[in-house]
Every structure is written in structure tokens, then in C-alpha cells.
């Protein structure tokens, strides 16, 4: 039940974005009353006549920006703890460390889930009405965390920038064996290893783009440019480009394509299918078959990689996608893989699409469903 305003929590929203201000007050209406601001001066004056017990601040606005507003709210008599939550766009450690100087008690990024908003509003509300002990033991906490938060910050930019400077040499690796190989006069050994190379490069640059796509969505950076494209042409590629793998293990491609086009981003939707494609082929038994579909099901394009290795256990079903699990495989044939990395990246995709991805049981096999809207 709403309570009248006068018990209600007042909570200031101040962003120039007229559209998050509408998202923000959707989100926090039902438990406070939410009072607005779209600029820094504004911020000021509803801080000296709301006197709110928290406010939820945008980092960057024209005029003033937030930090300043910030810096601006603790100066004023009576609002030196008032707690102030950060919304920004960059996820750094320079924007956290800024964000602390001018007095910040949180940080969040954008885009902001409506969830997480409330959560830190309310955690924000606990710690402004904490008495001197207790602010004690928060302040020590709260320092902890912070250094652990920059430890994270710094994690995911070094990570990214090793990931990123990975991509280009091992492209060129690969355009060095190309060469190689377009060498008539190559030796037979020479030119084995040169194809293995390039197998082992693309095996690489699958991980590597998996890992940047992974940190990408965490930052909620993974949109696809979704446009109508050949699934039949797309299909033809990737399976073209598996077919060294599949004849060393004696695996037949098939494909049953009922549905020839789709809607999608083609880079995302050619890795989703390769990362697909290569499980299928790491499980697929010797002198069996893997079967790549499609067709239109309840409005919908819907694509199935089916092999008939020894399928996912279903307490397994669900937890695959998550990254860095991997299935203990009794199964001498199933080659040794990667780091658990592909379906976290897959369902990602498909998800960013605003379509599912999820795994059957196929009698024998598994068979990985991808569902992807037209809209
Ligand atoms: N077609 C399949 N048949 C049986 N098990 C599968 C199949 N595809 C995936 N799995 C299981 O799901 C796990 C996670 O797959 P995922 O693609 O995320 O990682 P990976 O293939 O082990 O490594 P990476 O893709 O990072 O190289 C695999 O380790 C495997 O145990
Ligand atoms: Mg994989």
C-alpha cells in the first residue's frame, strides 16, 4: 500500500534527460516521493526546500555537472551525509575515484536496471539514518569496498586492453598463414601445419571475441545492428568454415533450412552459430552426423544445432550458460575445450537480440534452439 507523502521518503532525481527522469520516477514512486530536477541549480534549490534523504545524481549534465552538485549538496548546512547515489555512463576507475572525491556514496552505471535502483536507493536510505557508532563500522566498510571496487575497475580495464591488443596480431598470424598456404610449391607437412595454425588462430579469436563481447554486455555496450539478412548464405559460411574440423572427425554438416532469412546482426549471429557449431563438433561422436535448421515457429525465426554426442545432463541445462562452467566429460572422444566462455557469449547475443537460447535433449545429443524475433 502507497503511504500518504508525508511519511514517504523523499528521494531527488536530477538528470537533464527528460526520459531517464520519467524511468526513475516509475521505478521509485510506489515507496517515495520523488521530486525531479533536470540541472545542477535546480538540484540546489530542491535540496535546501525538499531537504531529501537521499539523491539520486547524473554525472553528466550540461551546466554544472553532477560531481560538482555533489561537491555543491555537502557544503549546504544539514546535508553534509545526505547520501548520493552516482549515475554514470562510464564504468572507470578515474569516473569512481571522482565520484568518491566529490563525496559520493555510490555508483551505479547506465544503463541502470530498475531493480538495482531501488535496491541502492534503499541501502543509500539505511546508511543515512545510521547513528555516529554505527556510521563508524559503515565508514570502515565502506572503505574496504571502495578499494575492492577499484581492484575490480582495474581488473576489467586490464582485461579488456589485453583482450583487445590480442585481436589484431593474432589476425595477422592468421593472414601470414594464408599466405603460406596459397603457396603452390608448400611442402605436404608444411602446408598441414600452416592449416593448423590457422585452425588454432580461429579457435583463439573465437575466445578472444567471446571474452570482449562478455565485458561489452556487463557494461551494457553489446547492442546489436540488427538488419534482414540471408540465414541460408550465413549458415553456408560457418559451416564451410567448420568443414576442416568436421571431415578430421569423419562428422557429416547437414543442413535443413526452412526459414531463409532473419533479422539479426550478422557478426553476433555468424559467432553465436560458429561457438554452436564447434561444441557440436568437440562432441560429436567419430562418422556421425550434426544437423543445422530453421524454420518459422509461432511468429519467430528458430534455428537448432542437433549432434548426437552424449547430450547435456539436465541438472546441467540451464547452468552452461553461465560463463566459465564446463561439463566433466567421461567421454574419451570429446576433445578437450576452452574455457567456458562460448554459451555465456551465445546466450548474451541472443538475449541482446530480445530472443532465447536454451538446450534440448535429442535422443541421442543435445540440440541448442535459438528463437529470435522479426520485429
Ligand atoms: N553440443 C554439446 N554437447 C554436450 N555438451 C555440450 C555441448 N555444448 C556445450 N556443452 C557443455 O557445455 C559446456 C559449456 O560450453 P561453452 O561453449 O560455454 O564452453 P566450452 O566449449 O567448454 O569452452 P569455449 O567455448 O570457451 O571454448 C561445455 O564445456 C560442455 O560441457
Ligand atoms: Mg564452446
Redesign the pocket.
Known amino acids: 500500500m502507497t503511504e500518504p507523502d508525508a511519511i514517504r521518503p523523499v528521494i531527488l532525481v536530477v538528470d537533464d534527460n527528460a526520459e531517464n527522469r520519467a524511468l526513475a520516477l516509475a521505478t521509485l514512486e510506489d515507496d517515495y516521493r520523488v521530486v525531479m530536477a533536470a540541472n545542477g541549480e535546480e538540484a540546489l534549490r530542491s535540496v535546501a526546500a525538499e531537504s531529501p534523504e537521499c539523491v539520486v545524481l547524473d554525472v553528466n549534465m550540461p551546466g554544472m555537472n553532477g560531481f560538482e552538485v555533489c561537491a555543491q549538496i555537502r557544503a549546504l548546512s544539514g546535508h553534509e551525509q545526505t547520501p548520493v547515489v552516482f549515475l554514470t555512463a562510464l564504468r572507470d576507475v578515474e569516473t569512481f575515484d571522482a565520484a568518491l572525491r566529490a563525496g559520493g556514496d555510490d555508483f551505479l552505471t547506465k544503463p541502470v536496471r530498475p531493480t538495482e535502483l531501488v535496491l541502492r536507493v534503499q541501502a543509500a536510505l539505511r546508511v543515512g539514518r545510521l547513528n555516529a557508532a554505527n556510521r563508524e563500522y559503515y565508514e570502515l566498510a565502506r572503505r574496504q569496498r571502495d578499494d575492492l571496487m577499484r581492484l575490480q575497475l582495474q581488473k576489467e580495464r586490464l582485461t579488456a586492453f589485453v583482450v583487445h591488443d590480442l585481436k589484431n596480431p593474432v589476425g595477422v598470424v592468421d593472414l601470414h598463414a594464408q599466405v603460406l598456404l596459397r603457396d603452390k610449391e608448400l611442402s605436404p607437412r608444411a602446408r598441414a601445419s600452416a592449416t593448423a595454425i590457422r585452425e588454432e588462430v580461429r579457435?583463439l579469436l573465437?575466445?578472444i571475441m567471446?571474452l570482449l563481447d562478455i565485458s561489452k554486455s556487463e557494461e551494457g555496450k553489446l547492442v546489436p545492428a540488427v538488419t534482414e539478412l540471408s540465414f541460408a548464405t550465413l549458415a553456408a559460411e560457418v559451416m564451410e568454415t567448420a568443414s576442416v574440423a568436421a571431415r578430421a572427425k569423419g562428422v557429416t554438416l547437414k543442413s535443413e533450412l526452412g526459414a531463409a532469412s532473419v533479422r539479426a546482426d550478422p557478426d553476433l549471429l555468424r559467432r553465436v552459430l560458429e561457438?554452436l557449431l564447434?561444441?557440436?563438433l568437440?562432441?560429436a561422436p567419430e562418422d556421425s552426423a550434426i544437423t543445422l535448421s530453421s524454420s518459422e515457429r509461432e511468429g519467430q525465426f528458430e534455428a537448432r544445432i542437433a549432434?548426437e554426442?552424449?547430450?547435456?545432463p539436465a541438472e546441467?541445462r540451464e547452468r552452461?550458460f553461465d560463463p566459465f562452467?564446463?561439463?566433466e566429460?567421461t567421454d574419451r572422444s570429446v576433445t578437450r575445450?576452452?574455457?567456458?566462455?562460448?554459451?555465456?557469449f551465445c546466450r548474451l547475443a541472443v538475449e541482446a537480440h530480445g530472443g532465447r537460447l536454451w538446450v534440448e535433449e535429442g535422443r541421442p545429443?543435445?540440440v541448442?534452439c535459438m528463437r529470435l524475433p522479426h520485429g
Open positions: 579457435s573465437r575466445l567471446n561457438n564447434d561444441n557440436a568437440r562432441h549432434d554426442g552424449g547430450g547435456v546441467m552452461i562452467v564446463q561439463v566429460s575445450s576452452g574455457r567456458g566462455l562460448g554459451l555465456a545429443g543435445a541448442f
